[in-house]
């Protein structure tokens, strides 16, 4: 697509939309029944860091009649250079424009991506509101954790998967197929899908105003469910995995493997919605554990593996698990990391493995100041024990603690602020006095949201004034530690995410018209805007504010039609338990017929027996290993699509093809040891390099042609080695051995030939002949230049293209678009631009 690749130019991070990635499937779409967009409603590197939409594109392509390809929201700069040629938005394997696919598969995680749900759909050139639909456009599905409360969207979306995916998604895709084939009308494709378990379709549902609620919820018309039971896949370890996940070719948020252990969670924290969306707990075995990471290393070439559940220090292998995979990645000098941890969960044996390699970031999560308000939340969780934890994290070295608080929650006092400050400078002092020095300490503070399926669903969400006071409380009071960074979470954004959370169907014309004014991106505050949802509630009538206030016990809410399998009594039993301050044992603790909480009993995991090893060979490398050391020099070209990726982001894929192709890198010493690479000065984004180099040293022999051909198998696309040469010596270093780099613009292209008209007739240059008319211009400036690093100049009539020939420096070098700039008048002509070679 020329049109794609000219606004690619113009364009924060290109390389969010060109795929080409490790590991992506691309079919033939003229081959498949069904053609599947699986859309995360964010940026490129927020989706790609989410482990579902991992999952279920491996499991649907594994299907030969299924055709699953990846879709982001595009960010603005992007969006507007599609809108102005009127290109559609399109997934990335095939670059099919999303109104060609069959089915379009949203993950909703968060209320504040709705607003990006409308920009895909329109920039997709799909109508907005199912009801606007036929059967000729895509069907319009969603699923994830928001999807526990669908109404605030339930007009867009034709229906929702609620629940776990594995099963569900794939006999919804497999049913859709067979009624396509049948030639049915979309009423009754979707009539059809109300009968899956789990599946949700509004259309076939009424909305109501309920007695004691200003909020509206829904009842059913004839013969569909009146409660949609979530779908739970169970047991969790026959779920599929994925093992050749996609490696994004750019730096993403949490770019490494990660590895779920368990879904769900024992405790019965009373703030947290993710207890009732995953509920019950299951856990995986410790040896699929083991082999999904260790092959999942291998097929990617991550550099960095995490263990991750909503509670993974409750995962019944967890010291066995990372004893037994570090004795493996420590060889490998690939580092583990566990998603946040109950301090409880941090004992001295697992801190000293985790660390063996390199430290990753740590992160405790006490949530509230005193144990008094632990108790109210029902987090089971004693100050000795939060330091305790503290400690060993200083003791194995730790030097960076991040801590996660909520401030607003139901019955805070200032004591339990008070207990929030203590609690931080407890751990200055023990840090302190165990590293001699203070320790760094990242404080998250965010506004509790009384969100819907909790205990707490039925309070009010703190007044904003208050809020404002008990963020800048903690601020004032932590602001003289400079080792202390605080980090505090936009109270309009969490007005806004909680009115959305708690939400009914009236919000949905409130979402149109402020994504019709401009919202976009509501979690980013650099483009978040309170005035025009404000504008679009005032408009609609609507005062935002009651969606915050509390809610009748007796009431039917918005969202109790979305049956997650804990009883609603059973929520009300632990509000007042929460507001006498009592504490309620963990399922892991509790029996089943005391507790009669929930009616999926059955489906809770307890005992755990089963033997821990790895069955997987050790890891292999390609070559032949030696007693020696030797100094590699490789040679290889960055083209097409890949100048659309930055210097640092390649020499990520470059480390990574490493790891893939088994070829042993001498990596460097101490804390956080690294491949020890020697690359070129940086390529400007959007520059092709013909020639350029890495230098690596290893304890392996190889052979030029062998490890040329054998690299390139790993590699994603527009990458490509061509030469390895051999070196005795270690000395001189790489840009120490450069003299000149050799750069060459492309005269062919059309904004150099309307430059060059455009120098000529300005300088009165006559000529028929392009070539004289650029070598006068060229020799018009070296001769007013002084500019020492320029070398020299020349063109090639043959290949019709100027060489530019720059002097190397070790400090600084000479811009070679600087160069061409001044020349010829063009900003930013890397994209008409190659670096041809280096002259050593």
Not at 156 to 181: S, Y
């Amino acid at each position: 697509m020329k049109d794609l690749e000219d606004i690619l130019k113009d364009v924060e991070k290109p390389g969010r939309y060109i795929g080409g990635e490790w590991n992506e499937i691309k079919k033939d779409p003229h081959r498949v029944k069904a053609k599947v967009a699986l859309i995360f409603p964010e940026l490129y590197e927020v989706g790609m860091s989410y482990l579902g939409q991992k999952i279920l594109y491996s499991l649907l392509n594994d299907n030969p009649s299924i055709l699953a390809e990846r879709v982001f929201a595009p960010w603005v700069d992007f969006e507007q250079k599609l809108r102005s040629r009127n290109i559609p938005l399109y997934s990335l394997e095939n670059k099919i424009p999303l109104e060609k696919f069959d089915v379009l598969g949203f993950s909703l995680l968060y209320e504040l991506n709705y607003t990006n749900i409308l920009t895909i759909l329109d920039l997709g050139h799909i109508p907005l509101f199912s009801s606007h639909r036929n059967k000729k456009h895509p069907l319009i599905i969603a699923g994830g954790p928001a999807v526990f409360n669908p109404e605030p969207v339930a007009s867009i979306f034709d229906l929702f998967l609620v629940g776990d995916g594995e099963e569900a998604f794939l006999e919804i895709i497999e049913k859709f197929i067979t009624l396509k084939e049948e030639l049915k009308g979309k009423s009754e494709i979707l009539n059809e899908m109300a009968k899956i378990k789990g599946v949700y379709v509004p259309s076939l549902y009424t909305a109501y105003k309920p007695q004691n609620s200003f909020l509206m919820a829904v009842k059913p018309d004839n013969g569909v469910p009146k409660k949609i039971e979530k779908r739970i896949h169970f047991p969790l370890s026959d779920a599929s995995f994925p093992e050749k996940i996609v490696v994004p070719n750019i730096n993403i948020i949490f770019d490494r493997v990660a590895v779920e252990v368990a879904r769900g969670c024992y405790h019965k924290c009373r703030f947290c919605q993710a207890l009732s969306v995953y509920f019950p707990h299951r856990a995986k075995s410790p040896s699929f554990v083991l082999e999904k990471a260790l092959e999942s290393l291998q097929q990617t070439g991550y550099e960095a593996a995490s263990l991750s559940s909503l509670s993974v220090g409750d995962y019944p292998y967890l010291c066995g698990v990372i004893e037994t995979l570090m004795s493996e990645l420590e060889k490998q000098k690939i580092s583990l990391s566990l998603s946040s941890l109950r301090p409880k969960g941090l004992s001295s044996e697992i801190a000293r493995n985790i660390i063996k390699v390199r430290k990753t970031g740590f992160t405790l999560v006490p949530e509230a100041g005193t144990e008094r308000l632990r108790n109210v939340i029902n987090k089971d969780l004693k100050d000795s024990e939060i330091l305790e934890a503290a400690e060993n994290a200083f003791s194995r070295g730790w030097k960076l603690l991040k801590l996660y608080f909520m401030v607003g929650l139901p019955t805070e006092r200032d004591e339990d602020l008070e207990g929030i400050v203590s609690l931080v400078e407890e751990m200055i002092r023990i840090g302190s006095k165990i590293l001699k020095s203070p320790p760094n300490i990242n404080i998250s503070a965010t506004s509790f949201i009384p969100k819907p399926h909790t205990p707490f669903q039925w309070l009010k969400m703190e007044d904003e004034k208050i809020l404002e006071q008990k963020h800048r409380f903690l601020k004032s009071r932590l602001k003289k530690y400079p080792f202390i960074k605080f980090k505090n979470h936009s109270l309009k954004n969490s007005i806004l995410e909680a009115v959305f959370s708690r939400g009914d169907s009236q919000l949905t014309q409130v979402l149109f018209k402020s994504w019709k004014d401009g919202a976009s991106f509501e979690s980013w505050t650099d483009l978040f805007d309170f005035r025009i949802w404000e504008k679009a509630f005032e408009s609609e009538n609507i005062d935002y504010r009651l969606y915050l206030e509390a809610l009748d016990r007796d009431a039917v809410l918005p969202w109790d039609h979305i049956d997650t399998g804990i009883k609603k009594s059973h929520l009300l039993q632990e509000l007042d338990r929460a507001l006498k301050e009592e504490r309620t044992l963990s399922c892991l603790d509790n029996r089943c017929d005391l507790c009669q909480g929930c009616n999926l009993s059955p489906l809770l995991e307890r005992e755990f027996q089963e033997k821990m090893e790895i069955s997987s060979e050790p890891r292999s490398y390609f070559g032949k290993e030696t007693e020696d050391v030797f100094r590699y020099r490789a040679t290889y070209s960055k083209g097409k699509t890949a100048k659309f990726i930055s210097h640092l982001d390649l020499g990520n894929i470059i480390q990574r093809t490493f790891r893939r192709a088994g070829i042993s890198v001498v990596h460097t010493e101490g804390f956080h040891p690294k491949m020890a690479i020697s690359y070129l000065p940086a390529l400007p984004l959007g520059m092709e390099g013909k020639a350029e180099i890495v230098e690596f040293k290893s304890q392996y022999s190889y052979k030029e042609d062998e490890f040329v051909s054998h690299v390139n198998k790993f590699l994603p696309a527009g990458v490509k080695f061509i030469s390895l040469v051999k070196f005795k010596t270690f000395k001189p270093r790489l840009n120490e051995e450069i003299k000149t780099l050799v750069y060459s613009v492309d005269l062919k292209n059309r904004e150099i030939k309307e430059a060059l008209e455009e120098i000529c007739k300005e300088k009165n240059i006559s000529s028929d002949d392009d070539f004289k008319k650029m070598m006068k211009i060229v020799d018009d400036f070296l001769a007013n230049s002084e500019d020492g690093n320029i070398e020299g100049i020349s063109a090639d009539r043959k290949r019709k293209k100027l060489f530019l020939y720059l002097k190397h420096s070790p400090h600084k070098n000479v811009r070679s678009q600087d160069v061409v700039e001044n020349i010829l008048k063009i900003k930013n002509p890397v994209f008409m631009m190659a670096r041809e070679k280096v002259l050593f």
